[in-house]
């Protein structure tokens, strides 16, 4: 079955304190995996595409890396404007988006 | 700017009546697509469309009706067969059909009591 899993579901964080989201997936023919940013109440703004492993993207603060089975969003030096959901997707078929639940992020000033 | 728009950010409705959400968009994309967006729950794809005037249902299609008769439009009408109405409504457009990544609006909240 096709999946998608993010963890942590929620992570804190002092303003400059690194770390990762974790977005894990099993698919069969990956087409491409697609990080969001969501802010309470408002729709997913589009961040990265990755489509093959060791594919790196980066903007600004934020840099996604891929591998065979996972997908990292690391933030690096954190500000309390990064503060808001990252959703990861997958493309699995020509219109089948699967989607994880999100990790919320705080990051305290 | 070019986006996508829907209205209105809040609904509110008694239960046994139909209610449409409006989407629209300027980005000239070809497909357009809605999800329902459940608290712990991913997004999960209600109908979707590629060209005008042809859609297709995705994973939880019942109770919901659409129409595509314009390129920049694309309506959602929450009948009152759907059981659990109450959510946060999505709409997105791709390029292309199928296409690399998607583009969100705004999110219409709809409640129904």
């Known amino acids: 079955e096709d999946q998608v899993t993010q963890s942590p579901e929620a992570l804190r964080l002092q303003e400059g304190e690194s770390s990762s989201l974790n977005c894990s997936y099993t698919?069969?023919?990956?087409?491409?995996l697609f990080w969001y940013r969501q802010d309470p109440g408002k729709g997913p703004e589009f961040l990265f595409t990755?489509?093959?492993a060791g594919e790196e993207k980066e903007k600004e603060r934020l840099k996604a890396t891929l591998t065979k089975k996972e997908s990292f969003l690391h933030i690096t030096a954190p500000k309390p404007e990064d503060s808001a959901t990252y959703l990861c997707?997958?493309?699995?078929?020509?219109?089948?988006?699967?989607f994880g639940t999100g990790t919320r992020l705080k990051v305290l000033a | 700017d070019g986006g996508i728009t829907q209205s209105p950010k809040y609904l509110f409705r008694k239960e046994g009546q139909n209610v449409t959400l409006s989407c629209e968009q300027n980005?000239?994309?070809?497909?357009m697509y809605w999800y329902r967006q459940d608290p712990g729950q991913g997004l999960r794809l209600i109908y979707y469309?590629?060209?005008?005037?042809?859609?297709q249902k995705g994973d939880i299609a019942e109770g919901y009706s659409v129409s595509r008769e314009k390129k920049e439009s694309f309506p959602l009408t929450v009948t009152s067969a759907q059981k659990n109405p109450t959510a946060f409504y999505l709409c997105?457009?791709?390029?292309?059909?199928?296409?690399?990544?998607?583009?969100f609006g705004p999110g219409t909240r709809l409640t129904v009591t």
């Open positions: 990755l489509y093959s």
């Open positions: 997105a457009s791709s390029i292309l059909p199928g296409s690399d990544e998607q583009y």
């Open positions: 698919v069969s023919g990956l087409r491409g």
């Open positions: 997707a997958v493309q699995a078929g020509t219109y089948k988006y699967i």
């Open positions: 469309s590629q060209i005008v005037n042809d859609f």
């Open positions: 980005l000239n994309h070809d497909a």
